[in-house]
């Protein structure tokens, strides 16, 4: 984004400057993907500034504004810019530490916070992020089905999931949105449960919880299966409960709505079959440069749905003697309508030794 994008963004806000130091705020602004820098914008000035390591990758990534490379302390290097730009009233995000907090409240500035400014800005995505999460879905598609092979009974659930990691990153995955998750049987009913070297066996839920990544966003999608056994009849039905729970939250998802009510889609279904009580966590979250980002779909979200936003929508039912399933796929709004950007098969797979 180029800077007086931005501060025409902040013109209402009666500030003289804005202050950004989350790093993947920074990355969304400037395209700069190392791991130090700040910014400071003003009506006249887009300032990036990072240390010597980072200068020559800042010099090709960083675009529109002017680079700044700090010479000794980061705070001497962010008092200097405030008082030489005349700041007397500064814009700053509510997630920075509380120590930084002070320093910049010695700098004789007035303090104006911006809560989730720019990740409010992050939740409509342009046609390069639209690209590279559609590519991240792709490479963690691609990843599963080759892992795919090796879901039975006898493997354990950490042995599988070292092989899903090794295939992510096979296909161009620089780093994994979060530790992929293969739980069974009763592990299943914990939704992030994390992998043992428990054995799959006859009968259980498997729930593969797994994400790929391009060009720094992610993306975010559940399977899970069956291993065919004894008694596996209220097991069949549970799983086609959830499916009908996602299938109706994905019909609700449309622009204009409040993200409760793609919940409420799901969670109202669920109630209705009698599972309330195991389905505890949100329907879905938005997905970009972090795996959690706004919207939240859940039941206190009032924010608006409209066209560009990408989210997941992932009801369950956990139970504990039984297991847990979760069908977890990514949407995007579109002309409206949601579309679904996942593509692996959502109905009941039993999977036969």
Partial sequence: MKPENLWKSLKRKNI??????????????TGFTGSSGFIIVTKDKGLFFTDFRYKEQAAQEVKHWEIVIEK?????????????????????????TYSLFEILQKNNAGMFPLKN?????????????????IKAIERAQDA?????????????????????????KKCGCRNLPFDVIVASGKNSSMPHARPTDKTIKEG?????????????YFSDMTRTF??????????IQIYKIVNKAREKAIIAAKSGVEAKEIDSAARDFIKKEGYSEFFGHAT???????????????????????DSMIFTIEPGIYINEIGGVRIEDMVMIKDGKALVLTTLPRDIEIINN
């Fill in 16 to 29: 003289d400057g804005f202050f950004v130091s989350n790093i993947k705020n920074i990355r969304y602004l």
């Fill in 72 to 96: 000794g302390k980061k705070t001497g290097s962010l008092s200097r810019a405030i008082k030489k730009l005349g700041i007397r009233k500064l814009g700053f995000e509510t997630s920075i």
């Fill in 117 to 133: 400014y720019i990740e409010k800005l992050r939740k409509y995505k342009n046609e390069e992020e639209i690209n590279n999460i």
């Fill in 144 to 168: 599963f089905l080759r892992v795919m092979p090796y879901l039975k009974s006898g493997i354990k659930e950490n042995e599988l999931a070292l092989r899903l990691e090794y295939e992510l």
């Fill in 204 to 216: 259980d839920f498997v729930i593969i919880d797994w994400g790929g990544e391009c060009n720094g």
């Fill in 226 to 235: 069956l291993i065919n056994g004894k008694d596996i009849s209220k097991k």
């Fill in 284 to 306: 879905g979250h938005g997905i970009g440069l972090n795996v959690h980002e706004a919207p939240s779909i859940s039941q206190r979200s009032r924010e608006g749905i409209s």
